[in-house]
C-alpha cells in the first residue's frame, strides 16, 4: 500500500489539520471515569501515515488513557477512533495485528525467560504462523540488543532490558503502526539513543509510530508531528513547523551607550511589543515583522548596530510554555 | 466459518481501504489452551499446592495405619473407620477431609488469579493487544482453572489409591448397606466418586472466574471465592432456610455418597450436578458479561 509510505510533501505541509491518509484519527474520543474524572476531553487526534508522531503531555494530561482507548482496551464515554481506518474497538482483531504496542511500561510473567514471554504473546497471536515464531522473537530481541538476557528470567531483568522486551513483543510481527507510550522510561542516554535510532529505521521502512512522552527532549529529534496534550485536551497539533510558529522569536539589538533610548523608539516604532533595555541592548518581541526591517530601520534612524540577533524560542520552552509549569503533574 | 463466501464479503466489505481481518491459523485456540495449561501447571505456587493436597491422604493413612490397633482405631470424620479393612477407602476418605475446606482454597486460588492475576501484572492488557478476542481469553483462562481443579482431585486421588493399596491392601468393597461388590466394581464407584467431587467445584470455579473480572487484586478474587464456600456451608445448616439450601453451591457435595449404595439414586447424583450446571450456567455469564465490556485500566 502507498498510504504506509511516507509522504515527504504532506509532512511538510504546515495546517494543523492533516488532510492525507491517516494512521489514527479520533473524533470528539472523550473519557469521563466513573469518579466523574474526564481524563480525555474530546480528542480529535490526527496521526497522518508513515509520520513519526510524537505525543506530548506532563504526566495525567491523558496521553496514556487514549492509547488505552485507541487500542480498545478502554471504551470511550463519547466519540469515536480508527485505527489505520478500521473502528476502535469494534475492529480490534482484524486491525491490532497490525499495530505494535507498549501500554504504559512493559508487564511480562515475571517467572518466565524474555523468550519464552514472547512465546507466550506469539501463542496468543490467532494470526501469527506458528512456524515462524522462534526465528520472529530470535529477531525481535536481536533488534533491542536482548539476545544475550533472552533465557533469564523476567524478574531478574533491569528496568531498562523490561522496557527492551516490551519494544521486542511490539516488533514479533511486521507493523503498519507502532503506539509506544513511554518506550524511553528507565533507559539510560544510551539506550534513549537506540530506541530514538530505532524509531527512526522502522519509520524509514514505512511505519507510522505514535510515540508519547512527557520529555519532549528525548523523542524531539525524531517526530515528524507533534501533539501536545494538557489536562485532556489538545492544545496544539500539526508537523513540526508549528510548533516552531507557534513560538514567538525575540529580536535584540545591542548599540552604544546613549543610543538605547533611539534604538527603544525605533522598535517601539514598528509595533513591536514589550519593548526592554537593560542599558546597552533593546529587546522585543519581533511578532511577524521581517529581521531586516528591524536593522534597516535601526540603521536609518542613526542607531549604531553593534550586534543584532534573532532568538527562535527552543520547542523545549514552547512546550513548557503550552503544557504548564516543569514537574507539576496536571492535576 | 471455514469458507469465504465471495458475494457475502463483497457486500459486507465497510470501507475500500480497509483491510481483510487476517485469517485465524488452524490450531490457534490449542496454542493458546497449551500455553495457559503450561503456565499454570509449571507455576511454582500451584505445584506446591498439588503437592500439599497430594500429601494429604499420605498423612491421613500414615495416621489410620499407625494407630488402627490403639483406642483410638476407628475414630475421626466418616469414612475413615473403613480405611483399615480396605486401601481403596483411603481415596474417600481423603476427598473427605478436603472438601469442605482444601478444596474450595484450590479452586479460590486458580479462579481467582485467572484474569485478576494477568490484570494485576499488567500481563492482560497485552494479551488483548495483541490480539485476543475477550470471549476466547476467558474461556481458556476457565479451562485453565478447571484443569487445574481437576489435577489437584486427582493427586488426591491418585496418591490416596497407591497409598491406600501399600498400607492397607485393595480388596472387594463393603458398601454402605452392608452388601459387598468386587474389586473392580467397587473401584469403578470410587472413580465415579472422585469425577462427582470434581465436578462439583465446577460452580464455585465460575463463581472465582467472576470475582476474577471484578479486580486487580487476585488476593481478594481468591478469598471471596473461598468465602463464598464457607458461606455456603454455613447456611446449609440452617433449617430456617430449607426453601433455598437445595440450591445452594455446596448442599449436594457430600451426596457422592449415593455411589457407595448398591442401587445409587442417580436422581441425586443429576440433581447434584445439575446444581452445579446452573451456577456455572448463572456466574460464566456474568463474568462473560463483565469481562467482554470492562475497561482494562491495569
Known sequence: MSSAVLDPARVGQGSGDATGPLAVRTEGLTKRFRSGQVAVDDLALRVPRGAVYGFLGPNGSGKTTTIRMLLGLVRPTAGAAWLLDSPMPEAALAVLPRV???????????YLSGRDNLARLEAADATADPRTADRRAGEALERVGLTAAADKRYRQYSLGMKQR??????????????????PTNGLDPQGTREVRHLVRELADAGTTVLVSSHLLAEIEQVCTHVGIMRSGRMVLQG????????????????????????????????????????????????????????????????????????????????????????????? | MSHAD???SATVAPVATAA??????????????????????????????????GAVPLLL?????????????????????????????????????????????????ASGDAIAGEASAGTLRYLLVTPVARARLLVVKAAGALTFVAAAVLAIAVVGLVAGAVLFGLRDVVLLSGDTVPLASGALR????????????????????????????????MAATVVVAIVSGVLDTLPALDAIRPGLLTHHWLDFAELLRIAPDWGVVAGGLGVQLAWVVVFGSLAWARFTTADVSS
Open chain 1, 100 to 110: 505494535g504496542a507498549l501500554v504504559e511500561g512493559p508487564a511480562f510473567q515475571p
Open chain 1, 165 to 182: 522486551l516490551g519494544l521486542a513483543a511490539a516488533l514479533l510481527r511486521p507493523r503498519d503502526l507502532l503506539v509506544l507510550d513511554e
Open chain 1, 239 to 331: 508537523d513540526r513547523s508549528v510548533l516552531v510558529a507557534r513560538g514567538v522569536s525575540r529580536v535584540r539589538v545591542t548599540t552604544t551607550a546613549g543610543l538605547t533610548g533611539a534604538a527603544a523608539r525605533v522598535l517601539a516604532g514598528l509595533g513591536l511589543d514589550e519593548v526592554g533595555t537593560d542599558g546597552l541592548r533593546v529587546d522585543a518581541l519581533l511578532g511577524d515583522v521581517a529581521p531586516e526591517r528591524v536593522s534597516a530601520a535601526s540603521v536609518a534612524a542613526g542607531v549604531d548596530l553593534v550586534g543584532f540577533e534573532v532568538r527562535h524560542p527552543s520547542l523545549e520552552e514552547i512546550f513548557v510554555e503550552l503544557t504548564g509549569e516543569g514537574f507539576d503533574v496536571a492535576r
Open chain 2, 6 to 8: 465471495p458475494l457475502a
Open chain 2, 20 to 53: 481483510p481481518v487476517p485469517r485465524a491459523q488452524p490450531g490457534a485456540f490449542g496454542r493458546l489452551l497449551r500455553s495457559e495449561l503450561r503456565l499454570v501447571l509449571g507455576r511454582r505456587r500451584n505445584v506446591v499446592l498439588l503437592s500439599g493436597l
Open chain 2, 61 to 109: 493413612g500414615l495416621v489410620v495405619f499407625l494407630t488402627r490397633d490403639s483406642a483410638m482405631s476407628g475414630q475421626g470424620p466418616g469414612f475413615i473407620g473403613r480405611v483399615t479393612e480396605n486401601g481403596l477407602f483411603l481415596v474417600v476418605a481423603s476427598v473427605f477431609v478436603c472438601l469442605p475446606f482444601l478444596l474450595p482454597l484450590t479452586v479460590g486460588i
Open chain 2, 190 to 221: 470410587v472413580a465415579g466418586i472422585v469425577a462427582y467431587v470434581g465436578l462439583s467445584m465446577t460452580g464455585l470455579v465460575a463463581v472465582g472466574l467472576f470475582f476474577s473480572t471484578l479486580t486487580e487484586v487476585p488476593v481478594g478474587a
